[in-house]
């Protein structure tokens, strides 16, 4: 059946449970099993009109966060905060001077995935520390068009 052949059914069997009486109120008779398949039918010819198909749907892209110094990668991540973290951590545990001063991430928000830089302000003046994190797409499969 299409979608309007169970739009037609579930119309005739409604019609035909109104001429079904249910003696006394005695539990389920004919006539709640009629209005049962023209539900079915009615959802049937809803999900027909709608196209409720299942329909193919790309997957959801997946990104994970590269922190680096230089071109040393220090671990991936897959939030941007815990590899900002692994990055100020860093600093400070390997560049005397970092003690004291204030981190602030540079980065160009309309280019996601240009990378964004570790700064360092301290006593009045900034300077770059080549600390990065990076949003790197992870691919779901191999497209060999991407290599042409």
Not at 96 to 121: K, N
Request: glycine fraction near 6%; proline fraction near 6%; hydrophobic fraction near 35%.
């Amino acid at each position: 059946m299409n979608g309007p052949e169970h739009y037609r059914a579930a119309e005739r069997l409604l019609i035909e449970s109104r001429d079904i009486l249910r003696p006394n109120d005695e539990g389920p008779c004919e006539a709640d099993r009629t209005i049962a398949e023209a539900q079915v039918h009615a959802t049937l010819a809803l999900a027909a009109a709608t196209g409720a198909a299942p329909a193919e749907t790309a997957p959801a892209a997946v990104y994970v966060y590269r922190a680096a110094w230089g071109m040393t990668p220090l671990g991936t991540y897959t939030n941007a905060e815990a590899a900002r973290k692994h990055c100020e951590a860093d600093v400070l545990n390997h560049d005397a001077d970092a003690g004291g001063g204030t981190f602030e991430w540079f980065g160009d928000e309309s280019e996601p995935d240009d990378p964004s830089e570790l700064l360092i302000q301290k006593n009045g003046a900034e300077s770059t520390t080549d600390y990065t994190v990076t949003r790197i797409e992870v691919a779901a499969e191999y497209d060999p068009e991407a290599d042409a």
